[in-house]
């Protein structure tokens, strides 16, 4: 990898902005317009923000921690950099394309490359009836809402709504409820990831639910379609022996 292709982006934080400033002097920085590849410097957050951000650049990109989490990043060294970067491996990641209809007719597209949620903006749960490829699969749940995780994002929001961890490469999204009330024993399901999946909010006005994919929230939606969109590819990049489909395998068997 040239040197004068390699682009450094760095989150807000102290540590972050130290590591961009030294790695630069260290190694030189080219402009996104020009670069080879990103070189992402901070936690999980970040890396999504760079993503989307350069989604149609399509640049593979490279990231160390220096945030909290780091599910998504390598170890961060300043040495060798090149090396790892020509050793990494790359994953290939197709996002989500959420297309959202709110109440006053309006639609809204966005990506996520984690997961497409829909949350109950009031005090009154919400109401959802859930179609897959067109056809109804459950004609009402009861919930605080609902999610779409691709395998990238299974071990973020996904997970923590206690929905399944997905290896790499499995074809698979987990449509996984929030806090479901009824049914009470629906625990979710796993789906083709050429699937459509349909949303219809029941009762909107008394039972208002916003959707969001990754950090972009659309409110007071009336319906919402997700799918996977194969004509946009990300890539990141890893280093063999923390590569993505590792550490996802590794998480299952945490105590």
Not at 136 to 142: A, D, M, N
Not at 179 to 192: I, K, T, V
Request: proline share 5%.
């Amino acid at each position: 990898m040239a040197l004068d292709k390699i682009c450094f982006l760095a989150a807000d934080g102290e540590a972050a902005q130290t590591a961009l400033n030294r790695l630069r002097h260290r190694y030189g920085h080219a402009p996104a317009e020009r670069a080879e590849v990103i070189v992402a410097l901070g936690g999980d957050g970040f890396m999504l923000e760079t993503l989307h951000r350069h989604i149609e650049r399509r640049l593979p990109i490279y990231g160390m921690n220096r945030g909290t989490v780091g599910f998504l990043m390598n170890v961060y060294r300043e040495e060798d950099l090149p090396a790892r970067l020509a050793d990494a491996q790359a994953v290939r990641l197709h996002p989500l394309r959420m297309t959202a209809r709110t109440l006053d007719g309006a639609t809204h597209e966005a990506l996520a490359i984690n997961e497409v949620s829909l949350l109950r903006e009031s005090r009154q749960a919400a109401k959802i009836r859930i179609r897959i490829d067109g056809k109804v699969r459950l004609e009402e749940l009861v919930c605080d809402g609902i999610l779409v995780a691709t395998p990238a994002g299974s071990t973020a929001y996904n997970l923590s709504a206690h929905g399944p961890i997905l290896p790499m490469g499995s074809n698979i999204l987990a449509l996984t409820p929030i806090s479901a009330f009824r049914p009470r024993r629906w625990r979710g399901a796993l789906l083709s990831h050429t699937a459509r999946v349909n949303f219809e909010i029941l009762e909107s006005d008394k039972r208002p639910v916003s959707a969001v994919a990754d950090y972009t929230e659309v409110r007071d939606v009336a319906a919402v379609e997700v799918r996977e969109d194969r004509d946009i590819g990300l890539t990141l990049l890893f280093d063999p022996e923390h590569n993505l489909e590792e550490r996802i395998i590794a998480e299952q068997f945490l105590p």
